[in-house]
């Protein structure tokens, strides 16, 4: 009996997976998939430009063969001023939303690679308050945090050098019911803080892969691979 209600699980997770759309099954079976991406496929589930801010649009990253997580194929980006927008619609206003996905650099970039969720900011463009992980200029991996107020720059915070040829495993999971954001690296929990009530937060209606215009300009050997978007 406990084998058959573990398989009817794996069975609703797949469903699931199947009917968002995604490209990826490397999901937990207790997981509701949202949305997945191993980039096996082309990139016509996002946004065709991110709009940082009003009339100041970002191109879009693109697919490559240079490495991999799993499969043959990986997310990249040739320059600043490049991201890829996914939409989630209705926004998640409950319960735990997480993103886990994995990133990788093979040598030194100086700029910025980062995979966040978070709120839009409306007319004006961009996220107005993002949760995420991934690589900083100063060639370290880095939490990306909203500030717990409207009115103070986005500060990050650094973890550690980037380890070249290693593919960080990230997860960011924001629980509704504590006010909790808590960010997982490697299986680790490496930050874990309180966020604003919903009545600030407004839920999660983004995910976005991010290369800002702070950083050496270029292709760089930076990487992303197996996204998934899951709530709990």
């Not at 990253?61 to 194929?73: K, L, N, Y």
């Not at 995910?207 to 691979?225: M, Q, S």
Request: aromatic fraction near 12%; proline fraction near 3%.
């Amino acid at each position: 009996m406990i084998q058959r209600i573990k398989a009817i699980i794996v069975a609703l997770a797949a469903m699931s997976c199947m009917m968002s759309g995604c490209k990826s099954n490397s999901v937990a079976p207790m997981w509701t998939v949202v949305f997945s991406d191993g980039f096996e496929g082309d990139l016509s589930n996002y946004k065709p430009t991110y709009m940082i801010n009003v009339n100041d649009f970002y191109s879009q990253m693109r697919i490559t063969t240079d490495a991999a997580h799993s499969g043959t194929h990986s997310v990249t980006s040739d320059s600043n001023r490049s991201a890829l927008e996914y939409d989630l619609i209705p926004s998640i206003i409950s319960g735990i939303v997480g993103v886990q996905f994995y990133i990788m650099a093979k040598s030194s970039g100086q700029t910025n690679f980062t995979v966040q969720i978070g709120k839009n900011a409306g007319s004006s463009g961009g996220l107005g308050k993002q949760f995420g992980l991934g690589f900083d200029k100063s060639d370290s991996v880095k939490c990306v945090l909203y500030n717990m107020d409207d009115f103070t720059p986005q500060q990050d915070s650094l973890l550690s050098p980037i380890q070249f040829n290693h593919w960080y495993k990230c997860v960011v999971e924001i629980n509704f019911a504590t006010n909790m954001v808590t960010y997982y690296l490697d299986d680790a929990v490496v930050k874990s803080m309180s966020f604003p009530a919903l009545a600030t937060m407004y839920g999660i209606d983004r995910l976005l892969v991010f290369r800002g215009i702070d950083g050496a300009e270029g292709p760089k050997p930076y990487y992303a691979d197996d996204i998934v978007l899951y709530k709990k």
